[in-house]
């Protein structure tokens, strides 16, 4: 059974950073894409970086190159952001989903990455 469940979120000032973190089992985690998206209250979930199952090739939205930083650890079934830079605009509860299908590539659409986790909070306010 496919399992994720993200960690990592809170209260941060703007500027700050945090660094969410995604364990996953029940799946051959070295073979499949992984993402983060987010859903700001009221909003639709909306992506926020992908990274490639096999050589680690990464995708970020507009709204965060420069500030946000996906990696994984195959060892440890994990998959990692890393939030710099954060603004009010980026509070929203941060999902880490699993592609579809084994071996496919970069996505940014929702309907590619049916697994999901419950999700963390990240609050960003002064």
């Known amino acids: 059974q496919v399992h994720l469940v993200e960690s990592g979120g809170g209260l941060v000032q703007p500027g700050g950073s945090l660094r969410l973190s995604c364990a996953t089992s029940g799946f051959d985690f070295s073979f499949y894409t992984m993402a983060w998206f987010r859903q700001p209250p009221g909003k639709e979930r909306e992506f926020v970086a992908s990274?490639?199952?096999?050589?680690?090739?990464?995708d970020y939205a507009d709204s965060v190159k420069g500030r946000f930083t996906i990696s994984r650890d195959n060892a440890k079934k994990s998959v990692f952001l890393q939030l710099g830079d954060l603004k009010p605009e980026d509070a929203a509860r941060y999902f880490c989903?699993?592609?579809?299908?084994?071996?496919?590539?970069?996505?940014?659409?929702?309907?590619?990455?049916?697994?999901w986790g419950p999700g963390t909070q990240v609050t960003v306010s002064s």
């Open positions: 989903g699993r592609h579809r299908m084994a071996r496919l590539g970069l996505s940014t659409m929702p309907y590619d990455y049916p697994y």
């Open positions: 990274i490639h199952w096999n050589d680690a090739t990464t």
